[in-house]
């Protein structure tokens, strides 16, 4: 699908490294996600991370990556969210792989397993006692870019505010705020509204006991779409400072992405990745499945 088509050219090469940005993001961070800190980061790394390292054969992508793909696979291909079908998906890929599963998925999707609907699954597992993790975040851009003329369809930020207001203006803030307003939690509005004053020093990257912490990594991502003007700087900032690296980068690299669109990707990561080429392919048939007519 190109522009030829009758998509807009802007759209697609947004939606695009959105999308890339988003598992870039997320294999630049994995070598460092469990090493904590900033200090033990330098210590493990003295050069820096400057480069995607390769999977391990026969798992392209952990499982924050592959969750969130696989999600955008189901979207494409039904045009709308299916619980089950994206349930079943998520159980296949944690049976032949699981890379890095987590334990609030890995409990729902055996909840899954044994017959039970998926959403009442996931009240089960996080009734059994977790954070508010942010794996699902990442799971967003997905449903971003397929409802991306439809604001009323997503929960958080949709792709039609980061085509209108992802651009280094403090502003779009407040149009963030005011969708959310109501229907987020106290804690994320006011993490929000932080943003546009907030310095550098004073993000939660590393914050002891809150590693993977929803509201921090919004915060970090939102920070870094409206001060940071380097896609490139601003991951490799992100994975050597600590905290839950792969999901901060992650997240902010699908921002950033959607923001400059994919050729803000350095072309070394797009050639490491490997997948690049499908990972786009999949972008572009989210936003062809928003054109469908119902």
């Not at 030829?4 to 961070?29: K, Y």
């Not at 996931?122 to 997905?142: F, K, L, Q, W």
């Not at 969708?179 to 939690?185: F, S």
């Not at 490491?272 to 999949?282: C, D, N, S």
Request: aromatic share 6%; with cysteine.
């Amino acid at each position: 699908m190109t522009a030829s088509g009758g998509f807009d050219p802007q759209l697609l090469t947004r939606a695009r490294g959105a999308l890339l940005g988003l598992v870039i993001g997320n294999q630049l961070g994995v070598p460092t996600e469990r090493l904590g800190t900033a200090t033990a980061i330098r210590d493990a790394f003295p050069q820096g991370v400057r480069d995607l390292a390769p999977p391990p054969k026969g798992s392209p992508f952990d499982d924050d990556a592959a969750l969130a793909l696989l999600l955008a696979e189901s979207l494409a291909e039904r045009g709308e969210f299916d619980a089950n079908d994206v349930a079943q998906r998520w159980l296949n890929w944690m049976k032949r792989d699981g890379r890095g599963i987590g334990l609030t998925t890995q409990r729902a999707l055996r909840f899954v397993e044994r017959g039970m609907e998926p959403f009442e699954a996931g009240r089960a597992a996080h009734d059994a006692g977790t954070a508010a993790s942010n794996g699902s975040v990442m799971r967003c851009i997905p449903v971003a870019l397929r409802h991306h003329a439809n604001v009323d369809k997503l929960v958080r930020v949709s792709a039609q505010q980061a085509r209108e207001l992802l651009h280094g203006n403090r502003h779009f803030v407040e149009e963030v705020l005011h969708r959310l307003e109501g229907a987020a939690p106290r804690p994320l509005l006011e993490a929000i509204q932080r943003v546009p004053w907030e310095q550098e020093s004073d993000l939660p990257l590393a914050v002891q006991g809150q590693y993977g912490y929803v509201v921090h990594c919004v915060e970090i991502a939102f920070w870094c779409a409206l001060h940071r003007p380097s896609l490139e700087e601003a991951l490799i900032f992100l994975v050597e400072a600590g905290g839950d690296t792969d999901t901060n980068a992650a997240v902010a690299g699908a921002l950033l992405g959607a923001r400059d669109g994919e050729a803000s990707l350095p072309p070394r990561w797009l050639e490491q990745l490997g997948a690049a080429r499908g990972v786009a392919t999949l972008a572009e048939r989210l936003i062809e499945a928003a054109s469908r007519k119902p």
